[in-house]
């Protein structure tokens, strides 16, 4: 099965300093797939290359295809045309505008299933965003923030949509909540990678987990194989 994501020899350097070494990594169609690991591991340097985010001092090789096509050499705007969107961490809404005004940024796009999300699908998705349609992001909870980026990102019709730490600075029970809304969203079709510290978390909602250490691929594998690996129960899970 070909990869919607295909990431491979991946390297990013800022300056003189390696950030990511030689990094592969696929996402295949409808699946969760996470990009686990600690603090500084090269997470966010990962996405935001892939996103074409990464400019100036940063030096990127590698290749980059989404469905087959190399798209490293696209500018941001023209991956998020190509389809692959990214919601930054922490970064996803404009606090003195409305939760609908927010959603009503971006005009909602058709993808490749032709689905499309108005307004009022994505408070389908939602439905405590529609309580809040009118009051100020501001006034909103951090999960229901992030449910307004994604939202947002949703209306993009992305081909593949890229969440760095959507559960960061949210209480233990929110952070299941977002993740599960995430769930439900790849159930009914779309194609995610998600960036997660959080490796418990993680294992609960992702088909595939990547476990990036100090720039490289520490692991791979399903939900299923990484709990059963004792040596990631040990470092990240407590010995469980
Ligand atoms: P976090 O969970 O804290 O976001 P992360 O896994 O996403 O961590 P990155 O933010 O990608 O990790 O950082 C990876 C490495 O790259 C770190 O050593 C960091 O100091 C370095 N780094 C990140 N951004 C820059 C930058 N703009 N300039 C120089 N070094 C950077």
């Not at 590698?62 to 990214?86: E, F």
Request: net charge neutral.
């Amino acid at each position: 099965m070909n990869a919607v994501l295909d990431v491979q020899e991946f390297r990013v350097r800022y300056g003189h300093s390696e950030a990511l070494h030689g990094v592969d990594l696929q996402v295949r169609e409808g699946e969760l797939a996470a990009v686990a690991g600690a603090n500084g591991a090269g997470k966010s340097t990962l996405v935001g290359a892939v996103a074409g985010w990464s400019r100036g001092k940063v030096t990127v090789t590698g290749s980059v295809a989404l469905d087959g096509v190399d798209v490293a050499g696209l500018a941001p705007h023209r991956r998020v045309a190509a389809g692959i969107v990214l919601v930054p961490e922490g970064k996803g809404v404009f606090e003195n505008l409305t939760v609908e005004d927010n959603l009503r940024l971006v005009r909602a796009a058709r993808d490749a299933r032709g689905r499309r999300y108005s307004v009022e699908d994505v408070y389908a998705v939602f439905p405590q965003l529609k309580e809040r349609a009118t009051k100020k992001c501001s006034t909103l909870s951090g999960g229901e923030r992030q449910m307004v980026a994604i939202g947002r990102a949703l209306r993009a019709a992305p081909r593949l949509l890229i969440l760095d730490e959507p559960s960061v600075g949210l209480a233990p029970r929110l952070v299941l909540e977002v993740l599960q809304h995430i769930r439900q969203l790849v159930d009914e079709g779309l194609t995610v990678l998600l960036v997660e510290q959080n490796v418990r978390a993680t294992l609960e909602v992702a088909d595939r987990i990547y476990l990036l250490e100090q720039g490289k691929v520490a692991a791979e594998g399903s939900a299923g194989e990484m709990r059963a690996d004792d040596r990631i129960a040990e470092a990240y899970l407590g010995g469980l």
